[in-house]
């Protein structure tokens, strides 16, 4: 079944950090929609076409996202020709992510590569000569998405759901079994086994969608400031993690000023790496706003390492000042040089020497570890690292909610259905979709019917 | 040479239907059967209805159709299966008498001035130039007509099996159609094989029935149609049916039957139906089971005649007698008859529009089993739609096409023709998407209009119809509106045992609670001189219909608010004559498929397998255009 024409929603801007990045929104609740989650002067359904707002958008819990100016176009008088608003937010990635996420939170959709150029076409905002420009875009993003689905099937996601569809048809199955072959001589399913049946499958579901938050780390990557004070081997510890000289190392300490990001995948999992300036009481000016700038960095990170050397041990000081800046859980303590000292030291997390590679397996053991923080996956779990997937996985939570509530109510099979076949639907959407004639090959196959 | 409106070929559930719709709608038709007491026959089971069946005859009735009535009138059993479940799915049941069913059935097309019964065994299709012109029997004459609806049921080039003995034959005892399936090929239709199967009938006095477990029909039992006088109803006697059971003993006797069963030995290459497979069949893919329900039906008053529902067999006679005979209350029960397989011709429903009209020959359509199905509800189905098609292109007053979010029909036509079939295709409730809504209290409301128009239903049923309808709405307002106040109802709540209420609420709202009735609601009101409660109290139809809007008012919502979803795609029409195998962006199996199926709509062409939804996207592209 073709997905109704909703409201949905894309970043506009090619991915990657620019000046700014613009969230489209399209569909007849897209006034609606940005009015949940902005906060501004006047209401975004009560503007007029072609008027800019400034404003801010808030999270679940009213915690700002970020300022932003939101444009507004009525329908017909916009790209798709429907009404559709632009969200102009920072170019933080993270910033725009959050966005798109809180809209689909909302009921928003996320949009089909090239939705909105279809769309355009479909409402007679391109003429005749960008028919075939069109199709193309269809047709390459059906090629995107393929290979996506072609990776996504031979990934752990997709069988996971495929197994969560094989316990939906047969939950339907018991269901239907009920209704269409009543005057059979088979036993049916009782409702205590069907609602824990229900509930079985949502709470996979539930775990999938706690994956969530695992799969954005595996997509986004981790955020990792190197900091501690000068000298302490910060830099040789970035270049030995890229296997290459990167940053310049110098016994002088103060020798990074400005702050050097480079990124390395370990294990699967992309660590976006931070060389700071080291923190200490200066005059210089330069060095000075190099720490201003190391402050920064390590509130915006998801793990801080701590870096120590054995000649002064781990300072209990800058580790207080440290905690002022971030949480405590987010650090580890480590100390560098071990290859200088017979006495490997106390009061780290990890002992390493970014010289000569002792303990830096260790790190990274630890780095992991940190960076999954309470979850318990494997790598053999299943994972949901896409915001769509992960949409129609709550929708379908929210369906088979409403079929155990059904269920409980004792209301008959044919109520419980609706629900059911909803979910299977939207799962379907991951996977290819659950058809009647799938339902009743199963009951077929399982169940002796025909009088 | 007299040149007729429509030619209906067989007299068949599908053929009744056909020929009495097209009579009714004013054209002149020629009926041909082989043999006219054989009109509406019920090869098979004697039962009317049944899950999703009993929904079929009752859209069947509201447009005009003539199974409900003829039903009602020959029924000697009666029951409402499902009835512990919600209103979507009760669904009627009879048992009838075959004898006066079938000659109900030629009473009824009799009645028709303009039918013309015509003795022939019709052999071929005539037709020119993409168009039919009518048929040619075997006796070498030709038939003209502007429309033909073939509906010859399983006669083509029949083949019944007991054993490994064949005889050629559509039904026991009447010879099979040669010839039409040769002459469509020559027209350039595809055809395939299917199966289906019968039981062995048994004398009813040679039973021991004092051992056998009884099942009544239903204590106040419930017509089909509309048009039924309810003080008459029911017009028969009513009987019984009895339940007995297989045994290990008796799956062992059949077991020895095996190497002469024509299904086993690979002698039967049509598909037969998985929902109703023979009693060999069962043993082998169940065989943890140790005994199988059987129903011993009665064929009809004064029948000697029982129809042993369960145990369809093409396993030699001997071996059906050996085992009958080893079977509870059976032990020296007399087989009249053997059960029997019958593998038949059909022609790939994907060949036929939503109209019924074949995409290779205009004027030409199939009903029933030609189209892949099985059961008497589905064929009437078909033929009835065919008939309103074949009568509207006649009279060029354009077509009938009902959508799968308003009857089972349209469930039914679609999912031929769009999806095709390799099994004898037979009606579930699970095959609706939108079953809350189709079901057989609201036939009415949802098919009436068409039978109206198409001028099935006199003016006065229809104006009595609506003003049914309007009370219903009416109806359903007051009770949004109307509020109770704690203080004068909660004394009614605790006289029954349930929680009151705070303050105010609507009656809308208690009739949720799955513990009240309307009824019970509205005679709470208390309010004599209220008019419209009156109404509503004194009709038990709009009683029914405002309470189960009301009680499952949340999900009805949510499936209308599906259809609407997928309305945009349903009201999207693609033409017949869009060129697929030219629009190269479409994958190959989706263009492939579309060029087949030759969808009517984008909503129809989603529904085909193997067509993407990046199909979709573009052939929407390239409609825009
Ligand atoms: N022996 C030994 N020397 C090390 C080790 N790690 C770093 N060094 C030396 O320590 C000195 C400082 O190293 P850097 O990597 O520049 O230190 P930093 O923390 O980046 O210093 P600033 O950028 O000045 O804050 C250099 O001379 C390195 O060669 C180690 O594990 N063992
Ligand atoms: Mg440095």
């Known amino acids: ?451 | 040479m007299k040149e007729y409106d429509v030619i209906v070929i067989g007299g068949g559930h599908a053929g009744v239907e056909a020929a009495c719709i097209a009579a009714k709608m004013g054209c002149s038709v020629a009926l041909t059967t082989m043999d006219k007491n054989a009109m509406g026959r019920m090869s098979c089971n004697p039962a009317i209805g049944g899950t999703a069946k009993g929904h079929l005859v009752h859209e069947i009735d509201a447009l005009g159709g003539v199974m409900g009535q003829i039903s009602d009138r020959t029924g000697i059993q009666f029951r409402m299966l499902n009835k512990s479940k919600g209103p979507a799915v009760w669904s009627s049941r009879c048992q009838s008498d075959r004898e006066l069913y079938s000659k109900e059935a030629l009473r009824v097309v009799e009645s028709h001035a303009n039918i013309e019964i015509v003795n022939a065994s019709v052999n071929g299709v005539l037709a020119e130039n993409g168009k039919v012109k009518g048929v040619t029997t075997s006796e070498g004459k030709e038939i003209l007509s502007k429309a033909v609806v073939l509906s010859s049921g399983t006669f083509l080039n029949g083949l019944m099996y007991t054993g490994l003995k064949s005889v050629s034959g559509g039904r026991y005892g009447e010879p099979p159609a040669r010839g039409i399936t040769e002459s469509l090929i020559e027209l350039g239709f595809e055809s395939g094989r299917l199966k289906t199967g019968t039981p062995p009938r048994l004398r009813k006095s040679s039973i021991d029935w004092s051992v056998l477990e009884v099942q009544p029909g239903d204590i106040d039992p419930k017509p089909f149609s509309l048009r039924t006088d309810k003080s008459q109803f029911p017009f028969l006697p009513q009987m019984n049916c009895h339940i007995t059971y297989t045994s290990p003993q008796v799956h062992d006797i059949l077991r020895k039957g095996f190497d002469n069963s024509p299904l086993f030995t690979g002698v039967i290459k049509g598909v037969g139906p998985r929902y109703c497979p023979s009693i060999e069949d069962k043993i082998v893919r169940f065989s943890e089971r140790t005994q199988h329900q059987l129903f011993l039906e009665p064929e009809g008053l004064d029948s000697d005649l029982i129809y042993v529902n369960g145990f369809s067999t093409s396993l030699p006679a001997d071996i059906q007698l050996e085992a009958i005979n080893s079977i509870k209350g059976l032990e020296k029960a007399e087989m009249v008859r053997p059960g029997y397989a019958v593998e038949y011709d059909f022609f790939p429903p994907h060949q036929v529009d939503l109209t019924l009209e074949t995409k290779l020959i205009q004027g030409l359509y199939f009903a029933g089993q030609i189209n892949g199905t099985s059961g008497y509800e589905e064929a009437a189905a078909q033929g009835l739609i065919a008939g309103i098609n074949a009568a509207l292109k006649v009279k060029n007053e354009g077509e009938l096409v009902l959508k799968r979010s308003e009857s089972y029909i349209g469930v039914l036509i679609d999912d031929l023709v769009t999806k095709s079939t390799e099994e004898p295709y037979r009606m579930f409730t699970s095959r609706a998407e939108h079953r809350l809504l189709l079901r057989q209290d609201n036939c009415d409301r949802r098919l009436l209009k068409y039978g109206h128009k198409i001028g099935a239903i006199p003016d006065e049923m229809y104006a009595e119809f609506e003003r049914k309808e309007k009370l219903i709405l009416d109806g359903i307002a007051f009770c949004n509106n109307k509020k109770f106040h704690a203080r004068d109802i909660n004394p009614f709540f605790e006289s029954k045992g349930q929680p009151g209420i705070d303050s105010t609420e609507t009656i809308s709202k208690l009739c949720k609670r799955p513990e009240m009735t309307l009824k019970e609601l509205l005679e709470a009101v208390k309010d004599d001189s209220n008019e419209i409660i009156k109404e509503i109290l004194s009709n038990q139809l709009v009683l029914e219909q405002i309470e189960i809007e009301l009680k499952y008012e949340g999900y009805i919502k949510r499936q209308y608010e599906a259809v609407e979803r997928t309305d945009r795609y349903e009201n999207t029409n693609i033409p017949l004559s869009f060129n697929y195998l030219s629009l190269k962006p479409l994958s190959t199996e989706g263009r492939e498929k579309l060029n087949k199926v030759k969808p009517r709509s984008i909503g129809q062409a989603s529904r085909i397998s193997g067509v993407t939804p990046s199909d979709i996207s573009i052939l929407l592209v390239y409609l825009k255009n």
Request: glycine content about 8%; overall charge negative.
């Open chain 1, 1 to 451: 079944m073709i997905k109704n024409e909703d409201t949905i929603t894309a970043i506009a801007t090619p991915n990657g950090t620019g000046a700014i990045a613009i969230i489209r929104i399209s569909g007849d609740k897209s006034f609606e929609n940005a009015d949940k989650i902005f906060t501004g002067r006047i209401k975004i359904c009560e503007a007029k076409t072609h008027t800019i707002h400034y404003g801010k958008i808030l999270g679940k819990d009213k915690e700002l996202i970020d300022d932003v100016m939101i444009s507004v176009f009525i329908a017909p008088h916009s790209y798709t020709g429907e009404d559709s608003v632009e969200i102009s937010a920072h170019g933080n990635p993270f910033v725009a992510k959050k966005i798109i996420e809180l809209l689909v939170e909302n009921g928003v959709r996320l949009a089909e590569p090239g939705e909105f150029t279809k769309r355009a076409f479909l409402n007679g905002k391109l003429d005749l000569s960008q028919a075939e420009a069109v199709v193309d875009v269809i047709n390459s993003s059906a090629d995107a998405a393929l290979r996506g689905a072609r990776n996504q099937l031979d990934g752990l996601l997709s069988k996971k759901v495929t197994e969560l569809r094989t316990l939906l048809v047969n939950t339907s199955s018991l269901v239907e079994l009920e209704l269409d072959f009543a005057e059979e001589d088979i036993e049916f399913v009782d409702r205590k086994e069907l609602i824990s049946r229900i509930e079985k499958i949502i709470s996979e579901i539930s775990l999938l969608l706690k994956s969530y938050e695992f799969g954005k780390i595996i997509r986004d990557g981790v955020n990792v400031a190197l900091v501690g004070k000068p000298n302490v081997g910060k830099s040789s510890l970035l270049n030995y993690l890229l296997k290459e000289s990167r940053a310049i190392v110098s016994e002088i300490p103060g020798t990074t000023r400005d702050i050097i990001r480079e990124e390395v995948t370990i294990g699967g999992i992309l660590f976006r790496l931070f060389d700071t300036a080291g923190i200490r009481p200066s005059d210089d000016a330069i060095e000075k706003e190099g720490i201003t700038r190391s402050k920064e960095a390590i509130k915006n990170s998801d793990l801080v390492i701590f870096l120590n050397d054995v000649e002064n041990g781990v300072s209990q000081g800058m580790y207080n000042q440290l905690c002022e800046l971030t949480e405590p859980k987010k650090i580890i303590t480590v100390l560098n040089k071990v290859d200088l000292s017979k006495n490997p030291g106390i009061g780290a997390d990890v002992y390493i020497s970014a010289k000569t590679g002792y303990g830096i397996n260790n790190l990274l053991e630890e780095l992991k570890e940190k960076s999954f923080g309470d979850s318990t996956y494997s790598e053999k779990s299943a994972i949901v690292s896409n915001v769509r997937h992960f949409d129609c996985l709550r929708k379908a939570k929210e369906n088979l909610l409403k079929a155990k509530q059904s269920a409980e109510q004792s209301l008959s099979g044919e109520f419980v259905s609706v629900d059911l076949r909803n979910a299977e639907s939207v799962l379907g959407e991951i996977i290819g979709e659950v058809t009647s004639e799938d339902i009743l090959n199963n009951i077929f196959s399982k169940f002796c019917i025909g009088k």
